[in-house]
């Protein structure tokens, strides 16, 4: 009989990978612009009580791009790329229509307190800006969520399919210009990567 083996430790990456959609795990986020803002995050992270650097305030990016041409993988990648690096962070992911179903007023929920929890966590990714149907309600909760985030300088990552012009009509006048501040923008071209790729 042979002895069973040691468990290993998991990692954070493991643990991450675990609460990514299972098209995104194992995301690599090749794209230079995200490599060196994973880089800069992690140097400006504080160390944590295990020595270990976690994350504090920072720049955002703003991924643009056509349907198709790996925004969501990049951003997800990025979040891998700072596991991978060794940083402590607490992270929520959400599309934009997902945020508004989420938050939606409802009997027996706190829905202020999850609007604050992806306000404060130290990274949230938010996918599809500008993709959901918009209302005066919409538009409120959104500019909420990105004034907390650019006010408190927290790093965000953005992903949309709309061009600058498209998404402030989608999203407002003053949830555009804190973007336009608070982000770096990252343009993704070429096909859609899903009729090339058959999984
Ligand atoms: N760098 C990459 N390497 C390998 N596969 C990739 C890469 N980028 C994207 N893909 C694959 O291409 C497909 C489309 O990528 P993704 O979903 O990230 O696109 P998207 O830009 O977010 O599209 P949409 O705007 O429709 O949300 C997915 O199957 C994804 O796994
Ligand atoms: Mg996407």
Do not use: F
């Amino acid at each position: 009989m042979t002895a069973a083996p040691p468990d290993e430790p998991v990692t954070a990456l493991e643990m991450a990978d675990a609460r990514i959609p299972a098209r995104c795990r194992g995301a690599l986020a090749d794209h230079p612009q995200i490599t060196a803002w994973a880089e800069q995050i992690t140097r400006a992270g504080r160390p944590g009580p295990a020595g270990a650097p976690g994350i504090s305030e920072g720049g955002s990016l703003l991924i643009v791009g056509p349907t198709g041409t790996g925004k969501t993988h990049q951003a997800y990648g990025a979040v891998r790329a700072l596991l991978a690096r060794g940083v402590r962070l607490r992270w929520e992911a959400t599309t934009s229509a997902d945020l508004h179903a989420r938050l939606r007023p409802r009997t027996g929920q706190d829905t202020e307190r999850e609007l604050q929890t992806l306000a404060r966590c130290p990274l949230l990714l938010l996918d599809d800006l500008g993709a959901a149907k918009a209302s005066e309600w919409t538009e409120e909760l959104t500019y909420r969520l990105i004034n907390h985030r650019y006010e408190h300088l927290l790093p965000t990552l953005i992903t949309t399919n709309l061009p600058t012009a498209e998404l402030r009509t989608a999203l407002g006048d003053r949830v555009a210009s804190r973007l336009a501040e608070m982000t770096e923008r990252v343009i993704l071209t070429g096909p859609d990567r899903r009729r090339h790729t058959r999984t």
